[in-house]
């Protein structure tokens, strides 16, 4: 084979190498080069027509070099520039799940819309919310219970306070679809007497229904998670000495590294910077912890010019 096109293999190879290290388990590689890939090489047997051949495979060969010149950096340190880029921390997708983990997962799923072990909360919810995302996601955030909004679309977070999570997902370079999201309590609090709003759950609810979650957390695996505010930490943790004081500092949870942080719903509450940068600090402790590259840019989010 060419010397040019040997250099192009290396680094390519150096440049996927460089993108595992960093946690990247699968790159984008489009239809039209998985064509050209599948061509022989220049060198190999010819057909009867070589010319006839050769007019066919050049455009091909052609687009592949093309792609590979905008693909693959030729150096070390066009490598490392662009993986510090935001661009090169977008949307990270995790792996097919087995077979087996798939069906595990369905099963649960199964079990908990069928739950009525809260006749209160079971009479009165119109979806139970399981949970949404990848079961291979190496990073989980948990709620304490679905709102209004959840309980009528059957996902969680997803009223105002989700919006903001997924704002702040997406910050980190991932996309909702590539973590899990789900909370302690699957049903929607019951409000008796109230047009409107929401309640915090009960210990007791929580208790009842947390064995859902530790199955979730037990089948994903996940290397991080995430506690969304007071509710959830005391469900996890049981009481505390207070989210305030205990945002940030790194727990464990069934084996897992746990950070507590304050619920999106606090931020839409208090607006100030100080509160939104104490956040992005947890979540760029998350980003750290998974091996995540973290931009310049990203370091400096909320903080004062």
Not at 69 to 82: F, G, H, L, N, Y
Not at 201 to 222: F, G, K, S, V
Not at 231 to 251: E, F, M, N, Y
């Amino acid at each position: 084979m060419s010397s040019t096109y040997n250099q192009l293999l290396d680094a390519t190879i150096q440049h996927l190498e460089g993108l595992k290290s960093r946690g990247v388990r699968h790159v984008a590689v489009s239809p039209e080069t998985l064509r050209a890939l599948a061509q022989p090489p220049a060198g190999k047997s010819q057909t009867a027509n070589p010319k006839s051949q050769m007019d066919k495979t050049a455009p091909q060969q052609q687009e592949l070099r093309s792609s590979r010149r905008e693909e693959a950096p030729t150096s070390k340190s066009e490598i490392e520039m662009s993986l510090l880029t935001p661009a090169a921390a977008d949307h990270l997708p995790a792996s097919a799940p087995s077979p087996e983990k798939a069906a595990a997962f369905a099963a649960l799923r199964e079990r908990a819309l069928a739950c009525v072990k809260c006749p209160h909360l079971a009479s009165s919810r119109k979806n139970v919310v399981f949970g949404v995302g990848s079961i291979d996601a190496q990073l989980m955030f948990v709620g304490e219970a679905p709102g209004a909004d959840e309980d009528e679309q059957a996902e969680p977070f997803v009223g105002k306070a989700g919006q903001l999570l997924t704002k702040i997902i997406q910050a980190t370079g991932l996309q909702r679809a590539d973590v899990y999201i789900a909370n302690i309590l699957k049903c929607r609090p019951d409000t008796p007497g109230q047009s409107a709003g929401n309640r915090k759950p009960t210990t007791d609810e929580m208790a009842t229904c947390i064995p859902y979650l530790h199955e979730q957390i037990d089948l994903i695996r996940p290397k991080v998670i995430v506690a969304l505010g007071a509710t959830a930490v005391d469900g996890l943790l049981g009481k505390t000495l207070g989210i305030t004081k205990l945002r940030g500092i790194w727990k464990t949870y069934r084996g897992i590294p746990l950070m507590p942080t304050y619920h999106p719903a606090y931020l839409l509450r208090n607006q100030a910077m100080s509160e939104k940068r104490k956040v992005w600090e947890d979540m760029l402790a998350a980003m750290e912890k998974l091996g995540m590259p973290i931009s310049e840019k990203q370091r400096n989010y909320f903080l004062k010019a």
